[in-house]
């Protein structure tokens, strides 16, 4: 059971939230101008990394906001969380 | 009366209290503080169970819960199958027999309560033995909230069956004095029989507490919360593997002083010791000094350890060093060890001489349990000189102590708890200092080299009957057999040989079993390591993790302010997520079928009423709440007026339909959307999603409100009429309040807001109260109905009436791979906006293929039934050969008063393009004909809404 | 006169059976209904919300706090958002009051009295009844007076607000659809404690 620093309310349980996938994947400032393979490499692939990686989580049972959180997927050990609109985008598309 | 075996004072039971059991038949006599082994042993009970592939007779070889052999099923006072005789409590009217390694489920519910309850404390001290209750002395005298854990029934661990002293007393009075000055702390809670089963992430820890059958809860599981763990877990003795170890009579030397000083049982009467450790020797003059005759200490090494050594000298006990025992004789119990002298480099054996006795007790050396570290992710290392998997490295918050780390003495361990409770209260900002250790008996820090296979004697077959899993009765053989088939992970070799997968998880064999694979593969024991150790570290029963979420309260159920009335009108219910709607409302002796049919007339030529509360509502409000609906819908919303209504529909960003609803204008800046009743929270979610973390720029506020407000339905072509009597403030004309828009009114004294909207095709209005006035408010729109006959209908009639529409039930009709063009809905998808969620994957070529499935009407052939929903279509007449082509199937269908036939909906592959076709559909072993239609059937033209 | 002038609160059906689980010297537990009850939203840092801290007469809390005037109890549930809880009646008056003080700044001030109601729990057992099903720490050390707290109680959603008067007790917000079932689960929760 995960202990997950909600920026807002503090830690809880993992079953209090919901989990969003890898984070910084801005939506396309304008999809139309994308072609069918860019607009599909939005839509359907995400990392999947052993090791260090920066998602998202929304405490579904809290205060509802999102955020962003660094978690190694290999050992759980949570290495920062932060509010969402204080987090830079790392990936666009 | 308690057994020949039972000596006349001594040990933690109450010789005042009696206890009758029976077991495999036999009705027997122990005492309170008996476990169920130690009343067995008392009558020269051995054999207790027999092997699960053999079938060979299997005895006591533990005292605690790494027992690998003494499976029982208890029969009474409840049938609970696969525990441990030595962990069983001994109680008056127990009845048990042993199995042959697998036990059977009642058929019968248990009747017992089971429950949970989460906890929170900075230290979890796991473990009540010499190093537990120090750290837990230690964390608790600095403030810390403690929680002591431990599977026994009284605290002390080791100390409860070692006889030693503290203090120049009976350790187990300092382990009193120590458990007292826990007990009066406030911040402290002591559980004793709990077992901590599972160490999870951020030291949130399983543990479950055994109440006993007379308390009301039988079992408690405890979610603990730990700032800090001392894992305070003990050791496990391990046996020794020669041939024929198995035989009932053969016993951990640990396990037999255990049964001496705790339960004053001699658990034989003349005893050979065979140990590669010196822990052993202890255990052999104890049973000495109570009686036992000890035939010979066996010890492998090349020498004794002198100050053992000396003491057996004093006591006439043999000592054979550089010898082993390599068989043994008896069947239902060991009648004698086989020794013989063995070459600890060549392993040659030398002639063998025989030891008649009815007790072979045996030291391995001791598997620190460190089962809870590792699930912790604590990684562990083979010391050579301890011969065992220790803790090594560190894991914050986590402090193993004691003989879990590997400490041998009882100073030793009172020492490490004492550090770890200090250490732990540190880590918490606390001022914690460690009490002096109270004395102990000098003994030298015992050592041990590890024997992990005798050769053996036998020629032939080899291995057959060196038992290396008791509980799985698995041998030598099996993993020469794992080894020669090219496996060299213990991983791979466990699953081959099922060692380590029993009830106990090999406990008592794991290690053994990499050292015997080490020796095969001539590899190091370090690298070959052990397997994972997983949770729960003993077994759990379902009920005590299902605890009180079972039955009404398994799952919550939502209802309405109107449920009550539902109910008494005798409504079946249809659950709708958590929701619990009325399904349809049938008169006396009416069926279901009749009872729709009715229902759907009532709507469509007269006037019905449904309790439509559980749609989802939620509050946008804000400068930019049109930009951002514009943004979720495929529609367009911002140009909605105030007072009017609109149906939406939402995708997700692939373009699927996701939830639909309507938006209605509240304000300047203000709208109430709906979402379908099962959806409300996942909109909810993907709104905040987007607005959050994409759109921040929008100033736009969410606001769940579906409980605020309690919503009917009243719909058919006399709705109107019904509205007029019990609605004051409304001009209810077509032309002062059109279709689709809304207003404020007063029903039955209460402030209402009413809509235009029809899920029916009919005349309808949707009637919004507050929660609270819900049921007066339908109770008033009933009166009113009541000389127009109103009629209350389910969520079946609603479902059939605007299937007659082919209004789509998201959810049902559509699955997540369904575009609104498939619906026949890109009437509904803006063209004029620039991006909304969804746009541009409507483009991707696979949404723009033209045998994509769409949904259509279907129309059985005359004489034939309702089809059932899920019902697959295919475009011959004759199934072809497998695989059959599928054209689709069928999501929606019922029988229709107001068609005259049964009807379906179904998403069908380029289905617009084949209405008029006739296709099939699968039922049973049956090919029924179908027509496709368009998937409107009725009123085609609209012209019902307004009345 | 409540039930004339409110209607029917959610657990009016279970009055006796919540009557009927509770016990003095242990436990107690009743429903609390009809509260006023509004959703504010503002930005914490603007001019508005000094603005509607001056006009409740508490500054708006942080997260997890709460604030309490004479009349209402302001509940930090999030960074820009409060539940207000006032007395019968009063939910009019303090939207007209918020609205008022956040002066067409962007901001967003809702009605949910009827959302959701209120279940007192009290008494010397009140934290172990709640902690069978709410995974937070309670204990006064951790949730002290001026907290609450917005987690799951059971298999539902609730608010908990420390309510303390003379025991200590717990306020529980539950949405009005979940409120049979919690109320049933709290009756469950309690019934070693005697009632």
């Known amino acids: 059971m995960m202990l997950i620093p909600c920026p807002w309310c503090g830690p809880r349980n993992e079953t209090e939230f919901h989990y969003g996938g890898q984070a910084g994947v801005a939506y ?66 | 009366m308690s057994g020949p075996f039972r000596l006349a004072d001594g040990g933690r039971i109450d010789r005042e209290r009696p206890v009758s059991f029976r077991f495999d038949g036999r009705d027997l006599q122990g005492f309170a503080g008996d476990t169920l082994a130690s009343a067995l042993l008392a009558q020269g009970v051995h054999q207790v169970a027999t092997g699960i592939r053999y079938g060979r007779p299997r005895g006591v070889l533990a005292a605690g819960p790494e027992e690998p052999n003494a499976l029982v099923q208890i029969e009474k006072p409840f049938p609970e199958p696969m525990l441990t005789a030595t962990t069983v409590e001994l109680r008056e009217g127990l009845e048990a027999v042993g199995l042959p390694g697998q036990g059977r489920l009642s058929p019968d519910p ?125 050791a496990h003795e391990r046996p020794l593997v020669f041939a024929d170890n198995d035989r009932p009579g053969t016993m951990l030397a640990g396990a037999a002083r255990t049964y001496l000083h705790r339960y004053a049982v001699l658990p034989g009467r003349r005893a050979v010791v065979f140990t590669t450790d010196d822990g052993a020797y202890a255990a052999a003059l104890d049973l000495c000094g109570a009686g036992v005759e000890i035939a010979a200490v066996v010890d492998a090494r090349p020498e004794a ?76 290392a083979y010391d050579e000189a301890a011969g065992a998997f220790l803790p090594s490295g560190s894991v914050p918050g986590v402090h193993p102590a004691g003989a879990a780390a590997g400490l041998r003495t009882t100073a030793q361990c009172l020492s490490s708890g004492a550090v770890a409770g200090v250490q732990a209260a540190s880590r918490l900002g606390l001022e914690a200092t460690a009490a002096p250790r109270p004395e102990t008996d000098p003994h030298p820090v015992p050592k041990g080299r590890p024997l992990w296979r005798v050769p053996d004697p036998d020629a032939g077959d080899p291995g057959r009957t060196q038992f290396v899993d008791l509980a799985r009765d698995a041998t030598v053989a099996d993993v020469e057999k794992a080894v020669g088939a090219g496996l060299s992970s213990v991983e791979h070799i466990k699953r081959f040989t099922t060692i380590g997968t029993g009830h106990d998880q090999g406990r008592t064999s794991g290690t053994v079993s990499s050292g015997i694979i080490a020796g095969l593969l001539g590899a190091d024991l370090a690298e070959v390591g052990t397997t994972t150790f997983r949770a729960p570290y003993s077994p759990v029963s379902f009920a005590a993790l299902a605890g009180r979420e079972r039955g009404e309260l398994y799952d919550p159920i939502r209802v309405t302010a109107m449920h009550d009335w539902h109910v008494e009108q005798g409504a079946p219910f249809e659950n709708v997520g958590q929701w619990k709607r009325p399904w349809y409302y049938p008169r006396p002796g009416e069926s279901m079928e009749a009872a729709v049919l009715r229902e759907c007339r009532a709507v469509r030529t007269g006037v019905g009423m449904q309790d439509v509360s559980t749609l989802g509502k939620i509050d946008v409000q804000g400068p930019d709440a049109a930009e951002f609906l514009d943004l979720v819908y495929t529609n367009m919303m911002s140009t909605l007026k105030l007072g009017r209504i609109r149906y939406g529909l939402m995708c997700h960003a692939d373009g699927m339909v996701f939830d639909d609803g309507t938006v209605m204008r509240t304000g300047e800046h203000r709208y109430l959307i709906s979402t379908t009743s099962g959806g409300a929270a996942g909109v909810l979610e993907h709104l905040e999603d987007w607005l959050q973390t994409e759109w921040t720029h929008l100033r736009v506020h969410l606001t769940s409100v579906t409980e605020q407000w309690a919503t009917i339905a009243l719909a058919g072509p006399r709705s109107r009429e019904v509205l007029e009597r019990a609605c004051t403030g409304i001009d209810l004309d077509n032309a002062d309040f059109p279709f689709m828009s809304w207003r404020n009114g007063t029903i039955a004294g209460r402030r209402a807001r009413v809509c235009r909207i029809s899920f029916s095709g009919e005349l309808a209005f949707e009637i919004n109260v507050p929660w609270w006035h819900g049921r007066q408010v339908w109770d008033a729109l009933y009166a009113a109905g009541e000389p127009f006959g109103i009629t209350p209908y389910g969520t079946e009639t609603m479902h059939v009436l605007r299937a007659e529409k082919g209004f789509p039930i998201v959810g049902q009709d559509t699955d997540g791979t369904v575009t609104p063009q498939d619906l026949g809905m890109g009437w509904a998808v ?73 009807f379906a909906l179904a998403l069908v592959k380029g289905g617009r393009d084949r209405i008029g076709q006739t296709v099939y559909g699968h039922v049973g072993d049956r090919l029924v004909p179908v027509e496709i239609t368009d998937p409107v059937f009725y009123d085609k033209e609209g012209a019902r809404r307004d009345g | 006169m409540t039930a004339d002038l409110y209607g029917a609160s959610p657990l009016a059906v279970r009055a006796d059976a919540l009557a009927a689980s509770s016990s003095p010297s242990t436990v107690r537990i009743a429903e609390v209904p009809f509260r006023a009850q509004v959703t504010l939203r503002v930005d914490p840092r603007g001019a508005a919300a000094e603005r509607i801290g ?114 200590p007790g717990f306020w529980v917000f539950v949405r009005a659809s979940f409120a049979r079932y919690l109320a049933d689960w709290l009756i469950d929760a309690a019934a070693e404690y005697g009632g």
């Open chain 2, 830 to 902: 803006s063209k004029k906006k620039a991006d909304f969620i969804g746009a541009r994957s409507f483009s991707r070529p696979d949404n723009t293929r033209t045998d994509r499935k769409q949904l259509v009407g279907l129309i059985p052939a005359a004489g034939e039934g309702v089809l059932p929903e899920g019902t697959q279509i295919v475009e011959t007449r004759v199934l072809p050969r497998p695989p059959v082509p599928m054209l689709g199937h069928v999501t929606s269908s019922y029988r229709s008063a107001a068609l005259g036939t049964p």
């Open chain 2, 305 to 380: 350890p002198p100050f053992w050594a000396k003491r057996c000298a004093e006591q006439g006990i043999p000592v054979r060093t550089g010898h082993a025992v390599v068989g043994t004789t008896g069947e239902e119990h060991v009648t004698g060890a086989r020794v013989a002298a063995l070459d600890p480099d060549t392993g040659a054996l030398g002639p063998e001489e025989h030891h008649a006795c009815d007790l072979l007790l045996v030291s391995g050396g001791w598997n620190p349990a460190v089962h809870l570290y590792s699930q912790a992710r604590g990684p562990l």
């Open chain 2, 110 to 234: 248990d009747p017992a309560r089971y429950d949970a309850v989460h906890e929170h404390c900075d230290v979890l001290v796991v473990g009540a033995g010499p190093a537990g209750l120090s750290a837990a002395l230690a964390a608790a005298r600095s403030g810390a909230r403690v929680v002591l854990a431990d599977a026994d029934t009284e605290f002390g661990g080791g100390l409860l069956g070692s006889g030693e002293m503290l203090d120049h007393a009976p350790a187990l009075e300092w382990v009193e004095r120590a458990r007292a000055e826990l007990a009066r702390r406030s911040e402290v809670r002591l559980l004793p029989r709990t077992t901590v089963t599972g160490h999870y992430d951020a030291n949130y820890l399983i543990a479950v507490e055994d109440r006993g059958p007379d308390a009301f809860t039988r079992q408690r599981t405890w979610h603990i919360r730990a700032h800090e763990v001392v894992l305070a877990t003990g």
């Open chain 3, 54 to 167: 001056a006009a409740l007469g508490a500054a708006l809390p942080g997260p997890g706090g709460v604030a309490r005037t004479e009349r209402v109890a302001v509940l930090g549930l999030g960074p820009d958002e409060w539940l207000l809880v006032g007395p019968e009646g009063a939910a009019q008056g303090l939207q007209d009051t918020l609205t008022a003080a956040l002066d067409r700044a962007f901001g967003a001030v809702v009605d949910v009295s009827a959302h959701r109601t209120i279940v007192q729990v009290s008494g010397p057992k009140a934290r172990e009844v709640l902690n069978k099903g709410c995974a937070l720490d309670l204990h006064p050390r951790v949730f002290a007076s001026d907290r609450c707290a917005q987690t799951d109680v059971a298999r539902t959603s609730a608010i908990l607000m420390r309510h303390d008067v003379v025991e």
């Open chain 1, 28 to 93: 396309p400032r304008d999809p139309q101008a994308l072609s069918d393979a860019e607009w599909a490499q939005f839509l359907f692939f995400r990392d999947n990394p052993k090791g260090v990686f920066a998602e998202r989580w929304m405490h579904r049972s809290g205060c509802r906001r999102w955020f962003d959180l660094r978690r190694d997927t290999a050992t759980n050990e949570i290495l920062g969380a932060g509010a969402h609109e204080e987090q830079e985008r790392t990936v666009s598309v």
